[in-house]
């Protein structure tokens, strides 16, 4: 029998940039560094099916603590997408 994957929760591109901004603005460090969610090119079941892009003033640096985050959601969401839609609407085989 093949294993299963615990599924994600789904959400919009909007919601999951959304919940990353609300995430980041509780860091003082991560303040006013603005995120933006674009669908990933690769598709495996164990990476997250969307990647996270920051936007900072000037020169300023993007904090690890902002990577951090972005990657405790992609452990916790995946993003909505029609591959997404179709793979779980497919039934599961046993390998």
Do not use: Y
């Not at 940039?17 to 560094?33: A, F, Q, S, V």
């Not at 997408?81 to 039934?91: D, I, K, L, N």
């Amino acid at each position: 029998m093949g294993v299963a994957i615990a599924a994600k929760q789904r959400r919009s591109r909007q919601e999951l940039e959304r919940l990353l901004t609300e995430r980041l603005n509780e860091r003082p460090e991560c303040r006013g560094i603005r995120a933006s969610v674009i669908e990933a090119s690769e598709d495996a079941p164990h990476h997250p099916n969307w990647r996270s892009m920051f936007m900072t003033a000037g020169k300023r640096q993007v904090p690890a603590a902002a990577w951090r985050i972005a990657r405790e959601l992609g452990a916790e969401f995946e993003l909505m997408t029609q591959s997404v839609e179709r793979r779980h609407a497919e039934p599961i085989k046993d390998a």
